[in-house]
């Protein structure tokens, strides 16, 4: 079913940036909650772990869900879900409820992001499909870019105030979705109870991985788990190598957000049309597997900005473009796809950053150059990515 994609996508987009500014306004403010538990950055680490495991497991879950029931009501769980996850770190005085709530906000919120992208597939032509996920990703990068600054000066007011208010942006972007956003599954398109065909289907999510889409979905892992290494010691590299100051490290990120931003919005729907999806995720790789060990040639922090930027620019291009490309390779429901799709992403963001903390302190260059061989390593397996979709996709 195609409905009025743009002005969907444009509602789809703008509901997201509310959910991610208020995801970008709380995640500033974890690391002073586990202080003032008495915790520390095992536990950090832990808390953070814990969401993208959730994700893991139950993103592909809710993308099945989606197809039984619409892609509307499983969004709104999701949106609802993270607001009161929110309220639920916002009223924590014990470290086990923030573990309570992370867990929850996983378990719930992960039926976001595998919704909306079989969303997009609902709504837009194929070659339309990587400018749709790239717009997704550009408002996903809205709140990279201006929540944590905007959290840190809530939680001047109290620690719980940011928490408090991404709930109310997260409700506000329910009432929306509820009052905007129609939905793109009519009942004869929906996968029914009698069609034998279980929510939780491992054997189908086993084929994916040996069907066509299967090299897509190793690279999802890849590209997020390689970004995942830099990105989780960034801040800390730049603070022992450069002596950067917290107002540094926040450019650093500020960085990363625009330029994925200018990637994923502006720049991936005319390269893709241009070079086609399987090229721009080969360039991706190559300039990637480059782009990551350069950093370490920086010698000051203007320098550190620059090429941080030019490696995000090549590797924002990379997940639109493995995206859309699986969803026309998938030979079973878009929304069970689009959850396993994300359950990848999800197991880069575990492996990633827990990989990166244990080569940092190895040594401060080794998880750049581990991050460029593990690009190098999607280069290889883009080789088998097939030239055209089968003919019996899903798309």
């Given amino acids: 079913m195609k409905t009025d994609g743009n002005k969907n996508l444009l509602i789809l987009a703008f509901t997201l940036v509310i959910v991610t500014l208020g995801f970008g306004l709380a995640m500033p403010i974890l690391p002073f909650y586990m202080e003032h538990f008495g915790a520390g950055g095992t536990e950090l680490g832990l808390l953070m772990?814990?969401?993208?495991?959730?994700?893991?497991?139950?993103?592909?879950?809710?993308g099945g869900i989606s197809d039984k029931l619409g892609r509307k009501p499983v969004l709104m769980v999701g949106i609802l879900?993270?607001?009161?996850?929110?309220?639920?770190?916002?009223?924590?005085?014990?470290?086990?409820?923030?573990?309570a709530a992370r867990i929850l906000s996983g378990v719930?919120?992960?039926?976001?992001?595998?919704?909306?992208?079989?969303?997009?597939?609902?709504?837009?032509?194929?070659?339309?499909?990587?400018?749709?996920?790239?717009?997704?990703?550009?408002?996903?990068?809205?709140?990279?870019?201006?929540?944590?600054?905007?959290?840190?000066l809530l939680a001047e007011i109290s620690l719980p105030t940011p928490f408090f208010t991404a709930a109310g942006l997260s409700f506000l972007a329910l009432l929306l979705v509820l009052i905007l956003l129609p939905e793109t599954l009519t009942q004869q398109e929906r996968v029914t109870e009698k069609s034998g065909k279980p929510v939780f289907d491992l054997h189908a999510w086993w084929q994916a991985l040996f069907s066509p889409m299967g090299p897509l979905l190793l690279q999802t892992f890849l590209s997020t788990g390689?970004?995942?290494?830099?990105?989780?010691?960034?801040?800390?590299?730049?603070?022992?190598?450069?002596q950067s100051g917290t107002d540094e490290v926040g450019w650093i990120f500020t960085v990363l957000g625009l330029v994925t931003a200018l990637g994923q919005?502006?720049?991936?729907?005319?390269v893709t049309?241009?070079?086609?999806?399987?090229?721009?995720?080969?360039?991706?790789?190559?300039?990637?597997?480059?782009?990551l060990p350069l950093i370490l040639l920086a010698g000051d922090y203007i320098q550190l900005l620059v090429l941080i930027g030019l490696f995000s620019l090549m590797s924002a291009l990379l997940i639109p473009s493995i995206t859309a490309?699986?969803?026309?390779?998938?030979?079973?429901?878009?929304?069970?796809?689009?959850?396993?799709?994300?359950?990848?992403?999800?197991?880069?963001?575990?492996?990633?950053?827990?990989?990166?903390?244990?080569?940092?302190?190895?040594?401060?260059?080794?998880?750049?150059?581990?991050?460029g061989a593990v690009m190098a390593v999607g280069v290889l397996v883009s080789f088998h990515v097939r030239e055209k979709a089968p003919a019996n996709s899903v798309g």
Avoid at 120 to 127: I, L, P, Q, S
Avoid at 226 to 242: K, P, S
């Fill in 108 to 152: 719930l919120s992960s039926a976001t992001s595998p919704t909306t992208m079989a969303y997009v597939t609902d709504t837009t032509a194929e070659e339309d499909r990587s400018r749709g996920l790239g717009l997704l990703g550009a408002a996903g990068g809205v709140g990279a870019i201006f929540g944590p600054a905007l959290g840190g």
């Fill in 226 to 242: 390689a970004m995942m290494v830099m990105y989780g010691i960034l801040g800390l590299y730049a603070l022992e190598v450069f």
């Fill in 273 to 291: 049309k241009k070079l086609g999806d399987r090229m721009v995720i080969r360039l991706g790789f190559i300039f990637s597997a480059i782009g």
């Fill in 265 to 270: 919005g502006v720049m991936i729907g005319p």
């Fill in 325 to 371: 490309l699986t969803s026309k390779y998938s030979q079973i429901s878009q929304g069970v796809t689009m959850g396993l799709s994300n359950s990848f992403v999800s197991l880069g963001r575990i492996a990633g950053p827990l990989l990166g903390g244990l080569l940092f302190d190895i040594d401060k260059g080794l998880p750049f150059w581990v991050g």
């Fill in 81 to 99: 879900g993270y607001g009161i996850a929110m309220i639920g770190f916002g009223l924590a005085t014990r470290l086990w409820m923030l573990f």
């Fill in 49 to 62: 772990a814990s969401y993208a495991v959730m994700r893991l497991i139950f993103g592909p879950i809710w």
